[in-house]
DNA sequence: TTCGCAAACGAACGACTGTTAGTCTAGCAG
DNA sequence: CTGCTAGACTAACAGTCGTTCGTTTGCGAA
C-alpha cells in the first residue's frame, strides 16, 4: 500500500464535480466538461460514478451532512451559555460554513433551484437540517423566556426573523468578500437582536 | 384587424416560457417543452424567437423593467411620507412583486444563478435596479437623520440591514403561500424597525 | 513470471439539443 | 377572385447529451 497523499480520481472527481456543480448547475454542467476539468476522457468517469444523477446526490447528501454537523455542534457547544451567545454562534457558524466557496454556494443551489426530477429526492435529504434547526430555535426562544429577554416577542416572531436574518446573510446578491460578509454580519446582528427585545 | 382578445402565440410562447424559466431553469428548459406547452410544434416557435438566448434575455429585460418601475413608482408615490412609511411601503411593494407566481421565482433565478454564458449580460441588466435601490436607500437614511430616528445607526448599517430584511424575505426556502408571507412581513418587520432605532 | 484487477481508453450508442430549410395552408388586401 | 403573407408544418441538420461496450494498459500479489 502506498502512503502517498496524491489524491485520487475519485477524490479529484469528487471536488471538480462540487465546483462545477456549484457555479454552473446540474444542467449546465456535462460530462465533459467534469472529465476534462479532472483531466481523464468522459467513460472512464463512469469507473468512479455510477451516474451523473447519483453522484449529484452523493454530492447533496454529503454537503447536507457536513451543514448538520456544523448546525448540531454550534448548538451543543455552548449548551450552558447565555441565549444571546448561542444565537450568534449559531449565526456565526452557518456564516462560516456558507462561506466555503464550492460548499455554499452548492448548498445554496440545491436548496433554492434544485434540479427539478431530483426535487423529491433532495427535499428528503434536507429536511433532516430544516428540523434541527427548528428545534433548536424553539429551544433558543425558551430559554429566552427564562432569562426574561422577551418582551413581546413571540415564538412565531423569534422563528420568522431568524430565518430572514440567515436567509438575507445568505444570500449572496453581489460576491461579497469575506472581510466584507464579517462586516455584514457585524452591522446587521446589533440591529437584529436589539429588535427581538424591543 | 379583428378585436377579440384571445392570446397571440408570441403571447403565449412568452406566457409558457417565463413559468418554464421559472420552474426548469435555463438549461432545465428545453424548446420541445416550450413548444408542447404552447401547443406547436418545436421549429414553429422560430417564426416568433431569434434564438433561446434572445427569448430569455428579453423576459429579462421585462421582467427587470418591471422590477424597476414597481421599485421606482413605490419610492415615488409616497415622497411627502415620513420615511418608516416610505421604507415600508418599499418592502411591501416589492414583496408583492416578488410573489408574482413566475416573475417574482424567475427573478430571484436570474439574480442569483444566471445561465453561465449569460452571466454578463444579466449583470448589466440588473446592474440599474441595484442602483436604484441605492440611491432610494441613502435617501430614505438621509431623510431618517432629518426626523432625528437614528441613534447609533450610520448608512452603512442602514443598507446592509435593509438588504438583510428584503432578501431574507424573498428567499422562500419553503413554499410560503401569501398569507403565510403577509404573516412573515408583519412579525419582522416591527424587529427589524426597532432595531434600526435602538 | 504470471495472474487478476482496477482504471483509462476509443468507438459507438440512442436520444435529444437548438436551429435551418422548404412546403403547405388559411386569411386578409387589392 | 387573385395574390401575398403570416404562421404552422415535416424533414433534416450537425452537435452534444449521458451512457455502455469491449479492449488495453499498468501495477500489486501470488
Redo the contacts between chains.
Sequence with gaps: MSDNNAPTTAQRIHDSALTLFA???Y??TSLSQLAEAVGIRKPSLYNHIDSKEGLFMDLVEEVERAFFDELDRSVESHADAPVETRVLALVSDLSRFMLQADKGTFH??Y???P??PLLAEVRQITARS?ARIDVALRCFYAQGIEEQLWHT?TE??FL??F?????????E?FLYSVDEYD??VA??W???????Q?
Design positions: 457555479s454552473y448547475g444542467e449546465g445554496k443551489r436548496l433554492l433551484f434540479p427539478r430544516e416577542l412565531r416572531e420568522d426573523a430565518y430572514v436574518l440567515v436567509d438575507g446573510l445568505f444570500t446578491r462586516r455584514r452591522s446587521v446589533p440591529i437584529f437582536w436589539a429588535g427581538l424591543r
